[in-house]
């Protein structure tokens, strides 16, 4: 449903409204709004009625992790994320999610939510991939369309993000990306092209990376020569949380926002500019037009034309997110047709693997959010199957990289938490409440909305354990930090003045702890004037060296004497992270070991995979069956039983490449640098690589099984192009198989002969399209002058060379049709 606002005033009339309201403002309120008041709020100024808006994170969901100054907490859908709304390959559910997400936005009074991440996949290690899309900018861009159209049909608006070539977190904050313009404009820019043009966000966030030496934030090509003026973006371009570092530069550059606040870069620094003549008070003038026509499309202005209050996490946006989790998941293998699941004969079902009772949902950083439930495999597998088959679990072994952090079942009714408006527990605390989970990010602002500067929090409870034996705990936090246990210091860790971008410490010691005795548990954390963000995690595990052999052992007993076992695996919540890079494409800890044995000891294996991104598989040849799951949501363990089962027909396609090692890799040897990281590959990303190379890789870009099959014939295209007219192209699609199912039928175009290095074909179009058994439709595409056009950079544009071009069709870029389309 779309939101309309008859009391919008209409384009002319706002226009001067913002005008009149600009010749009131003073030059300290103008500067102002360029700045946010705390983590999440743009200024206000109550003389003019003006309000503030709040942004919040997410793209996955509405993010409320924990309660924050002034804003709304409360049980949000956890929807799966970006690769998985990729691997859809459906725009128009995606926008229907939008949809949804626009509701939740608004019932937590809300006007921003932080995405979508239209970040290409570069390098299968990059910690972020599992937020964005693909290594496609075309289909990044489709996809990207329809989230910022269902968000904003809501009357919310969103922020696109990271503008530009975020494509690692390894010196984010800090490191250059390297990269020349043509590949810049083929790879890295058409997803934002093509979401700004056709969507219009509200706002567009930039990175934190420098682009070949300037900071994003302050980067005048991209923001003020490309998006604003070359684009014709009309929105507010904000910074990434701390992502700005100047004054003048950053405003002449083309940020409009400085967020979080308060200011650091400008408040009274930009007031002072200005009237020291560094900067004129024209281009604060063009920042604040901008800032004031997004807050009108708030309809805040208008008391006539208030939004609806929304809905948080209802029935319907559980099915939708439960629907994406279905769509999106990909059959990469499956001999002998060993699914769906045939229960004839089945007796016993074993379900083996750390991913199995554990409801993996997102990656870490700012993306993740908790949701109000969690539905694992086994419990949806149990849910699906128990009155017909015994369901059975052993997890075989951990996948654990770091320690969890510390549980509820640890800690019964949570730690006792104070809060202190000082670096020094001085005085009364200022608020007192439970904590459940000691896992905290704070900015400017700290637990309260009173915190402005330094403060400290102590935490205090007692701690039991279910086993005697030996436990670590593991303390992360910038500031200060001292954890006791019975009055006896444990750990005490300093990260002051620290000189790095994101000071985090680590600290880990290991205790031996009974189960016959509850241990009082204090921890201290401090954080001072220097800091201006502040982190803090306490993570606690049982960590038992001598049970590993016996969780596998039990495990491959299980399977042994079970009709089928099914392996969930893949990488622990939050190893794929914002803030991190992964080290190898190795499933962590022993899974490899363990879906060998259990494949030896029953041939009816089937691996089920999570994970945001390409895994090594030096287990494929020995199990008939693989589904990647990704990271399905809140509702994952019903649709991943729906999918085995058969009620659900796999129909998701892989937005990457999964390559059979990782030298294969187009970025393989760039990354991750250091204070530069060079794009040598150029605009042979992802499969343009792989088809260049002529390297196999273990699964191709758009590859996807399905429970039926698809032929597809009469392909035709119009030979000739003129430019004032799209080429057509289209296809017969029949399914040729048993049951319904969809398919995604993709044209990809190649250049014949051309007077640079162009990719054996690009991704230019794509539909899916859903088939009952026998049936037939027509496929139609609409191709444009730049789906066959390069970016040439002598001449600083587009260019379509004459000659011959090739649309090849299929169901993966490992196309079966083509035909020869000449252009003059």
Same mark, same amino acid.
């Given at each position: 449903?779309?939101?309309?606002?008859?009391?919008?005033?209409?384009?002319e009339e706002?226009?001067?409204?913002?005008e009149?309201?600009?010749?009131?403002?003073?030059?300290?309120e103008?500067v102002?709004?360029?700045?946010?008041?705390?983590?999440?709020?743009?200024?206000?100024v109550?003389?003019?009625?003006?309000?503030s808006?709040?942004?919040?994170?997410?793209?996955?969901?509405?993010?409320?992790?924990?309660?924050e100054a002034?804003?709304?907490?409360?049980?949000?859908?956890?929807?799966?994320?970006?690769?998985?709304?990729?691997?859809?390959?459906?725009?128009?559910?995606?926008?229907?999610?939008? #949809?949804?997400l +626009?509701?939740?936005?608004?019932?937590?009074?809300?006007?921003?939510?932080?995405?979508p991440?239209?970040?290409?996949?570069r390098?299968?290690?990059? $910690?972020? &991939?599992?937020?964005?899309? @693909?290594?496609?900018?075309?289909?990044?861009?489709?996809?990207?369309?329809?989230?910022?159209?269902?968000?904003?049909?809501?009357?919310?608006g969103?922020?696109?993000?990271?503008?530009?070539?975020n494509?690692? %977190?390894?010196?984010?904050g800090?490191?250059?990306?390297?990269?020349?313009?043509?590949?810049?404009?083929?790879?890295?820019?058409?997803?934002?092209?093509?979401?700004?043009?056709?969507a219009?966000?509200?706002?567009?966030m930039?990175?934190?990376?420098?682009?070949?030496?300037v900071?994003? @934030?302050?980067?005048? =090509?991209?923001?003020?020569?490309?998006?604003?003026?070359e684009?014709?973006?009309e +929105?507010?371009?904000?910074?990434d949380?701390?992502? &700005?570092?100047?004054?003048?530069?950053?405003?002449?550059?083309?940020?409009d926002?400085?967020?979080?606040?308060?200011?650091?870069?400008?408040?009274?620094l930009?007031?002072?500019?200005?009237?020291?003549?560094?900067?004129?008070?024209?281009?604060?003038?063009?920042?604040?037009?901008?800032?004031?026509?997004?807050?009108?499309?708030?309809?805040k202005?208008?008391a006539?034309?208030?939004?609806?209050?929304?809905?948080?996490?209802?029935?319907?946006?559980?099915?939708?997110?439960r #629907?994406?989790?279905?769509?999106?998941?990909?059959?990469?293998?499956?001999?002998?047709?060993?699914?769906?699941?045939?229960l004839?004969?089945v007796?016993?079902?074993?379900?083996?693997?750390?991913n199995?009772?554990?409801?993996?949902?997102?990656? $870490?950083?700012?993306?993740?959010?908790?949701?109000?439930?969690?539905?694992?495999?086994?419990?949806?597998l149990?849910?699906?199957?128990?009155s017909?088959?015994?369901?059975?679990?052993?997890?075989?072994?951990?996948?654990?990289?770091?320690l969890?952090p510390?549980?509820?079942?640890?800690?019964?009714?949570?730690?006792?938490?104070?809060?202190?408006?000082?670096?020094?527990?001085?005085g009364?605390?200022?608020?007192?409440?439970?904590e459940?989970k000691?896992?905290?990010?704070?900015?400017?602002?700290?637990?309260?909305p009173?915190?402005h500067?330094?403060?400290?929090?102590?935490?205090?409870?007692?701690?039991?354990?279910?086993?005697?034996?030996?436990?670590?705990?593991?303390?992360i936090?910038? $500031?200060?930090? /001292?954890?006791?246990?019975?009055g006896k210091?444990?750990? %005490?860790k300093?990260?002051?003045?620290?000189?790095?971008?994101?000071?985090?410490?680590?600290s880990?010691?290991?205790?031996?702890?009974?189960?016959?005795?509850?241990?009082?548990?204090?921890?201290e954390f401090?954080?001072?004037?220097?800091?201006?963000?502040a982190?803090?995690?306490?993570?606690?595990?049982?960590?038992?060296?001598?049970?590993?052999?016996?969780r596998?052992?039990?495990?491959v007993?299980?399977?042994?004497?079970?009709?089928i076992a099914?392996?969930?695996?893949?990488?622990?919540?939050?190893?794929?992270?914002?803030?991190?890079?992964?080290?190898?494409?190795?499933?962590?800890?022993?899974?490899?070991?363990?879906?060998?044995?259990?494949?030896?000891?029953?041939?009816?294996?089937?691996?089920?995979?999570?994970?945001?991104v390409?895994?090594?598989?030096?287990?494929?040849?020995d199990?008939?069956?693989?589904?990647?799951?990704?990271?399905?949501?809140?509702?994952?363990? =019903?649709a991943?039983?729906n999918?085995?089962?058969?009620?659900?027909?796999? @129909?998701?396609?892989?937005?990457v490449?999964?390559p059979?090692?990782?030298?294969?890799?187009?970025?393989?040897i760039?990354?991750?640098?250091?204070?530069?990281?060079?794009?040598?590959?150029?605009i042979?990303? +992802?499969?343009?690589y792989?088809?260049q /190379?002529?390297?196999?890789?273990?699964?191709?870009?758009g590859? +996807?099984?399905?429970?039926?099959?698809?032929?597809?014939?009469?392909?035709?295209?119009m030979?000739?192009? &003129?430019?004032?007219?799209p080429?057509?192209?289209?296809?017969?699609v029949?399914?040729?198989?048993?049951?319904?199912?969809?398919?995604?039928?993709?044209?990809?175009?190649?250049?014949?002969l051309?007077?640079?290095?162009?990719?054996?074909?690009?991704?230019?179009?794509?539909?899916k399209?859903?088939?009952?058994?026998?049936?037939?439709?027509?496929v139609?595409?609409?191709?444009?002058?730049?789906a066959?056009?390069f970016?040439?950079p002598?001449?600083?544009?587009?260019i379509?060379?004459?000659?011959?071009?090739?649309l090849?069709?299929g169901?993966?870029?490992?196309?079966?049709?083509?035909?020869?389309?000449?252009?003059?």
């Amino acid at each position: 449903m779309t939101l309309t606002h008859k009391s919008q005033p209409i384009e002319e009339e706002l226009d001067l409204r913002i005008e009149d309201i600009l010749h009131k403002l003073t030059l300290k309120e103008k500067v102002a709004f360029l700045s946010g008041i705390d983590n999440w709020h743009t200024s206000a100024v109550e003389r003019l009625g003006i309000p503030s808006i709040t942004m919040t994170d997410g793209p996955h969901g509405v993010r409320l992790n924990q309660p924050e100054a002034n804003r709304i907490y409360g049980p949000a859908t956890s929807f799966p994320t970006g690769v998985s709304m990729a691997s859809s390959w459906d725009p128009e559910l995606i926008e229907r999610v939008g #949809e949804a997400l +626009g509701e939740e936005t608004r019932a937590v009074e809300c006007d921003i939510l932080l995405g979508p991440c239209v970040n290409i996949a570069r390098h299968p290690l990059a $910690g972020r &991939n599992f937020e964005s899309y @693909s290594e496609d900018p075309y289909l990044a861009g489709r996809i990207g369309i329809g989230f910022v159209k269902g968000v904003q049909s809501q009357g919310i608006g969103t922020s696109l993000k990271h503008f530009a070539c975020n494509n690692q %977190e390894t010196e984010r904050g800090r490191g250059s990306s390297e990269i020349d313009e043509r590949t810049l404009r083929e790879i890295y820019l058409p997803a934002f092209e093509a979401i700004v043009k056709e969507a219009n966000p509200w706002t567009v966030m930039c990175a934190y990376n420098r682009i070949n030496g300037v900071y994003a @934030s302050q980067n005048n =090509h991209l923001l003020n020569d490309i998006l604003k003026e070359e684009w014709g973006y009309e +929105g507010v371009v904000i910074s990434d949380w701390g992502a &700005n570092h100047t004054t003048v530069e950053s405003v002449a550059g083309g940020l409009d926002i400085e967020m979080p606040g308060p200011a650091k870069y400008y408040g009274n620094l930009l007031v002072e500019a200005v009237n020291n003549w560094q900067m004129d008070e024209k281009v604060i003038d063009a920042s604040v037009r901008r800032i004031l026509k997004m807050i009108f499309k708030t309809s805040k202005l208008s008391a006539q034309s208030m939004l609806p209050k929304g809905s948080l996490n209802t029935p319907e946006h559980q099915t939708l997110a439960r #629907e994406l989790a279905e769509q999106s998941m990909v059959l990469l293998k499956n001999e002998g047709q060993i699914l769906p699941l045939n229960l004839s004969g089945v007796r016993r079902i074993a379900v083996i693997g750390p991913n199995a009772a554990e409801a993996s949902i997102g990656g $870490g950083g700012s993306s993740f959010l908790e949701p109000p439930y969690r539905i694992s495999p086994l419990a949806g597998l149990k849910a699906k199957l128990g009155s017909q088959v015994q369901v059975d679990y052993e997890p075989g072994c951990d996948n654990l990289v770091d320690l969890p952090p510390l549980k509820d079942n640890y800690v019964t009714g949570g730690l006792s938490a104070q809060y202190f408006n000082n670096p020094s527990f001085e005085g009364s605390p200022a608020a007192e409440r439970i904590e459940s989970k000691m896992e905290f990010w704070w900015f400017e602002h700290g637990p309260i909305p009173e915190f402005h500067g330094p403060f400290s929090g102590r935490w205090s409870g007692s701690l039991s354990v279910p086993t005697s034996g030996n436990y670590t705990f593991c303390l992360i936090n910038t $500031g200060i930090s /001292r954890l006791y246990l019975d009055g006896k210091l444990l750990v %005490e860790k300093s990260m002051e003045n620290n000189p790095a971008p994101f000071p985090v410490g680590r600290s880990t010691v290991e205790v031996k702890l009974a189960n016959d005795k509850p241990y009082q548990l204090t921890l201290e954390f401090v954080k001072p004037a220097s800091d201006r963000f502040a982190h803090l995690r306490l993570l606690f595990a049982f960590t038992p060296k001598a049970e590993e052999d016996d969780r596998l052992a039990r495990a491959v007993k299980l399977a042994k004497e079970s009709d089928i076992a099914l392996l969930f695996v893949g990488n622990p919540e939050g190893y794929e992270s914002e803030g991190n890079d992964r080290p190898n494409i190795d499933l962590p800890g022993r899974q490899n070991e363990l879906i060998a044995a259990v494949a030896a000891a029953n041939p009816r294996t089937i691996v089920v995979l999570y994970s945001g991104v390409p895994v090594a598989m030096p287990w494929l040849d020995d199990v008939p069956a693989l589904l990647d799951g990704y990271y399905p949501g809140l509702e994952g363990g =019903h649709a991943v039983a729906n999918v085995l089962t058969g009620e659900v027909n796999p @129909s998701g396609k892989l937005s990457v490449t999964f390559p059979k090692k990782l030298a294969d890799t187009p970025a393989f040897i760039n990354f991750p640098g250091n204070r530069q990281v060079y794009y040598g590959e150029g605009i042979f990303v +992802g499969y343009r690589y792989y088809d260049q /190379r002529e390297i196999e890789p273990l699964f191709p870009f758009g590859y +996807g099984l399905s429970y039926t099959q698809f032929e597809l014939s009469d392909f035709q295209v119009m030979n000739y192009v &003129n430019p004032d007219e799209p080429v057509h192209a289209s296809v017969k699609v029949k399914n040729i198989g048993k049951v319904k199912g969809k398919e995604v039928v993709q044209l990809y175009v190649t250049d014949k002969l051309s007077s640079l290095p162009r990719p054996p074909k690009e991704l230019k179009g794509f539909k899916k399209v859903s088939l009952a058994p026998g049936e037939t439709m027509t496929v139609d595409f609409y191709l444009d002058q730049r789906a066959f056009a390069f970016y040439d950079p002598q001449s600083s544009d587009w260019i379509v060379e004459p000659g011959e071009f090739e649309l090849l069709i299929g169901c993966s870029s490992k196309t079966t049709l083509k035909q020869t389309l000449s252009i003059e």
